[in-house]
């Protein structure tokens, strides 16, 4: 009996669910890859216009310096900032336009309630108002969020992008946010205490004799926070008089700021723990709480 062997040679069929996967995998590629080329620009955009507004602070800064110390002033001021100046200034305090600074802890974003370790930067002038803070928070592996409070000449720009190319947070100026920026300025000064004394945009007023009120004032605006101080004159915290809105979509500058963890640096006692807080009906929301790395006076 004869029987035919099938051939070996000639065209062989290809397999039509090879081939989709092989076309999916590629179209996956492209996609991955053309995404990724989308972040990476974003990621440029958004670190440009971070460092644009940093420079723009710092060049306010260079027209007005910290005010100049004049002892006589001392009389004039409120008895627990007397003590104050004493702690913070052992020796006669430095001018200096500006501050930089690292900081790194935790962070909760708005309306939430878990805390994730954040990173931030901050350039501020300190014989007027204007700040500049960015800030890294992942929000899980691979998926981070980069926010921005940019103030100055009166006015600020708030922002918040998923994987710095989704908008989440977009907040332009408005008299209300306005005068928040400005009181975020008050609120962080501790950190460049030349900034509180005589002749600068803060005025003191006498409260009792462990806490008076610093009142900054700019640009036709005004805002206010009572500042609290131990026996030897370190300032242990800062809060509002008002309450605070805990349902906006951002945090603003909190209601309630914390300090401690006093250093000298550059001759001067600077705390470099902080725990900020939102603060309503008496209760106290902390939201970004941690240790300054590194500080810069210029």
Known sequence: MYTRKPPTGGIEREDPLATRLQTAGLALATGIAALAAVI??????????????????????????????????????????????????PGEPPRYRSVSLDASGQFRRPLTDDFNPTTARQVIAVGLPALMFSATTPVFPGVWARAYDFFANGEMEMKAKILSTLTVVDERE????????????????????????????????????????????????????????????????????????????????????ARSGYEKVDGQMIPMEFTISRMAAGQLHPFWRGRVGQIRFD
């Not at 958004?46 to 004049?70: C, K, N």
């Not at 009181?183 to 803060?202: I, K, N, Q, T």
């Open 40 to 89: 990476a620009f974003n990621v440029h955009l958004t670190e440009r216009d971070i460092a644009d507004f940093e420079t723009r602070v710092a060049a306010l800064a260079q027209s007005r310096p910290a005010p100049v110390w004049d002892p006589t002033s001392k009389a004039d001021l409120p008895e627990p900032v007397q003590r104050y100046f004493r702690f913070t200034f």
């Open 174 to 257: 408005t008299p209300e946010l306005n005068e928040i920026s400005l009181r975020r300025w008050l609120l962080e000064s501790a950190l460049y205490p030349a900034a509180l004394l005589p002749g600068g945009p803060v005025r003191w007023e006498a409260l009792d004799d462990h806490s008076a009120r610093a009142v900054v004032s700019w640009g036709g605006m005004r805002s206010s926070m009572v500042a609290h101080f131990a026996p030897d004159g370190r300032m242990t915290h800062m809060q509002t008089e008002v309450d605070g809105d805990l349902s906006t979509p951002y945090h603003g500058s909190g209601e309630h700021v």
